[in-house]
């Protein structure tokens, strides 16, 4: 079918004019048919699109209308691999969507909630397993509880005291541990730096039974009483998790 405008569509039917078969026959091409080209707006769904025939293909995205291959392509099921897949140069799989919530990045199988095909850039990372506070009042308190097994996590974690007061600390630590209790033999790497003296600091500590145990942190000194709350200053923190069986 000819590519034709609607100026050219509006000659063929001005007043006076005599529109031939050809003349309908480019109308019709030049709308929309729901059964033929698989695009309808329904009440329930907003604008429905499905496949033609054989292909997988859902829109492309062109520069030019004379490009014979699109810049950026959507399909569904593409490959045999259910799922959304947003296409670039060569049909390579840019974003790959399951349904069941798993998104790919340069890979068309993610196997995880994010699954990254390539290098990682990021400018800041937050560990969202837990992110709470503790106070900083130089005894141990839990930051994660009713832990079984064997686990992993990476802790960030920072206190502030008193403004003045030059008591400072923020600590970053890689804890594993194998289930809990003496037999244990759970490690904590940690890497610590602090102002206002050698005992304002930040630790960690595996405690607990075998199947019940928790991970601790606590400032090796009292850091002092924050007046606008009445309560100890915090320690903030944020837990990202490695491992977990």
Known sequence: MALINRQTLKNYFKKGGFATEKHFVDLIDSSLNVVD????????????????????????????????????????????????SFQGENDKSLIKIKKDG??????????????????????????THRIGSVPGDGSWHSILSNLNGVNGYEITANIKGKQGSGRYSIAHAIALSTFGGRSSRSKIKKTVASYGGFFYKISFRWYGDMHNYELQAKTTRHFGIDEKTGSPFNINFNILKLFSD
């Open 37 to 84: 080209d698989g695009i309808s707006i329904q009440r329930e769904n907003g604008l429905k699109i499905n496949p033609i025939g054989f292909s997988t293909k859902l829109i492309s995205f062109f520069k030019k209308s004379t490009q014979k291959s699109p810049e950026f392509t959507i399909e569904m099921d593409n490959a045999n691999a259910p799922g959304l």
């Open 102 to 127: 798993l998104v790919g990045i340069n890979t068309l199988d993610p196997k995880y909630t994010l699954d990254v095909n390539g290098t990682l850039g990021m400018k800041l990372k937050v560990g």
